[in-house]
C-alpha cells in the first residue's frame, strides 16, 4: 500500500482529498499526513518521504511560497519522490516546465474528481510515469498540442530574458541589433511554442522563471 502527503491551504479541497484516499482508494493507499502551508509540507517531507505527493501549488508559507520555485526544489531534493500538482493553474507554460521537471500529473481543481481519479488508478496499477504524465498532464488546462516539449532557440531565449528584464520589442531589437520584425517574429514564436498566446500569459511565465 503506498503512503501519500497532502499539501492544501483550503480546508475544503484538504478534506475532499482525504476523504478520496479513504473511500475509493483505501486498499491502495493510505493517508501519511496533511499539511496546509510550505512550512508544513517541508517539515512533513523531512520527517518521512510519502510514496506519492499532491500538493496544491500556491501556499503560505515562509519558504519557497513561489509555486513553480517550491516544485523544482522538491524535485532537485526528492527527485524519486512522485508529485501530483493540483491547481487553478491557467498558464499553459508553466504546467509544461513543472511536467518537463518530472512531476506525475498537473491537475485542475475544476476537474478534479475525474482527473485525480484517473491518475491514482494508473499509478495503483503501477503504470508509468511518462504514460501518466502523457494521459493526465495538462488534460484540463488550454492545450495546445503543437507547444508541447518544443525547445525555444538560443535566439528566443535572448528575447525572453531581455523582456524579462523590462525591454520593449524596439528596444531588444537595439540591444540585439537586430530588426523589429525579426525581435517580434522571436517573440511569437517562443510564445507558440511555450503555449501562450496573449502578452499577458507571456509576462506572468516571466515573472515565474529565471532566464
Known amino acids: 500500500m503506498k503512503t501519500v502527503l497532502i499539501a492544501d491551504d483550503h480546508p475544503v479541497y484538504l478534506l475532499g482529498l482525504k476523504s478520496l484516499l479513504e473511500t475509493q482508494f483505501a486498499r491502495d493507499y493510505t493517508l501519511s499526513g496533511t499539511a496546509s502551508n510550505v512550512d508544513e509540507l517541508l517539515a512533513s517531507l523531512k520527517n518521512a518521504q510519502p510514496d506519492l505527493l499532491l500538493t496544491d501549488l500556491t501556499m503560505p508559507g515562509t519558504q519557497h511560497s513561489d509555486g513553480l520555485h517550491l516544485i523544482q526544489f522538491l524535485r532537485r531534493t526528492y ?38 481519479n484517473a491518475c491514482l488508478k494508473a499509478l495503483a496499477l503501477g503504470q508509468s510515469l511518462t504514460r501518466t504524465r502523457k494521459t493526465q498532464g495538462l488534460k484540463n488546462l488550454a492545450d495546445d498540442s503543437h507547444a508541447h516539449n518544443v525547445p525555444i532557440s538560443p535566439k528566443e531565449t535572448e528575447v525572453l530574458r531581455l523582456m524579462k528584464q523590462g525591454q520593449t520589442v524596439n ?40 532566464l
Do not use: C, F, W
Open 79 to 116: 527527485p524519486s519522490l512522485p508529485i501530483i500538482v493540483i491547481s487553478v493553474l491557467s498558464n499553459q507554460a508553466i504546467a509544461n516546465l513543472m511536467l518537463n521537471s518530472g512531476v506525475v500529473a498537473v491537475i485542475n481543481k475544476q476537474s478534479l474528481s475525474t482527473e485525480l
Open 171 to 210: 528596444q531588444v531589437a537595439q540591444i540585439l541589433h537586430r530588426s523589429k520584425q525579426t525581435i517580434s517574429g522571436q517573440k511569437k514564436s517562443a510564445m507558440h511554442k511555450l503555449g501562450l498566446t496573449t502578452d499577458a500569459d507571456l509576462y506572468e511565465y516571466l515573472l515565474k522563471i529565471e
